[in-house]
């Protein structure tokens, strides 16, 4: 079965602090990795789109990572900012559909 | 700038009654989705419309339908609406249809059926 699993559900950090958020799946054949931010009542974001020989994508201050052989993506974020709080969305393309993760929920606290 | 447009933002349904959905793009975008988002879920997609014309079902179609009106709009009606539709209701666009393109998302609308 297709399934994408992010870890952890939720998070909370101090401004400034690092993250790293994780992404695993199942999916088979893969044909890219996207990673989303959804502010509170709003819709998905796209922050970066990977295909499978792509290793690192960056985003400013948003890196997510690749590794195809172990079904393994990663999204740091650097230096937070209060505006960083959100829901994370992992997504894996599986031949001509989207199967979305539950997203990891983040705040950033002063 | 809007992108993706989506009305209305909120709707409370009697269960029975009937409603549709509007969303309209302007980047000239050839796929339209709709999307739906529960508690715990990930977003699952009702209907989709790969090019002016046309449509196809999803995953979750079931209880609802849909209208490619034109090239920029794309509508979801739910005939007899139920509690078990209360959900979260995005659309989305994309330049053409398949998995290697950007999607951009609306707003939503958040839908309860009581």
């Known amino acids: 079965k297709n399934q994408v699993e992010q870890s952890p559900q939720s998070l909370i950090i101090l401004e400034g602090k690092n993250c790293t958020l994780q992404?695993?799946?199942?999916?088979?054949?893969?044909?890219?990795l996207r990673w989303y931010k959804q502010d509170t009542g709003r819709g998905p974001v796209s922050l970066t789109i990977m295909t499978f020989s792509e290793n690192t994508k960056s985003n400013g201050r948003y890196t997510a990572t690749l590794d195809a052989d172990t079904k393994q993506s990663s999204l740091h974020i650097t230096a937070s900012q209060l505006s960083d709080s959100a829901s994370y969305i992992c997504v894996v393309s599986v031949v001509d559909k989207l199967i979305f993760g539950t997203g990891t929920l983040l705040a950033v606290q002063p | 700038n809007a992108g993706v447009t989506q009305t209305p933002k909120f709707q409370v349904l009697k269960t029975g009654q009937s409603m549709t959905l509007q969303c309209a793009q302007d980047m000239n975008h050839n796929s339209m989705y709709w999307y739906r988002q529960d508690p715990g879920m990930g977003l699952r997609l009702i209907y989709y419309?790969?090019?002016?014309?046309?449509?196809d079902k999803g995953e979750v179609p079931n209880g609802y339908n849909v209208s490619r009106l034109n090239k920029r709009e794309f509508s979801l009606r739910l005939e007899s609406a139920a509690p078990s539709q209360t959900s979260v209701y995005f659309c989305?666009?994309?330049?053409?249809?398949?998995?290697?393109?950007?999607?951009?998302f609306g707003s939503g609308t958040r839908l309860t059926v009581v």
């Open positions: 992404c695993n799946y199942t999916v088979s054949p893969f044909s890219n």
């Open positions: 419309s790969a090019s002016e014309g046309t449509t």
């Open positions: 989305a666009s994309s330049e053409a249809p398949g998995v290697s393109y950007g999607y951009t």
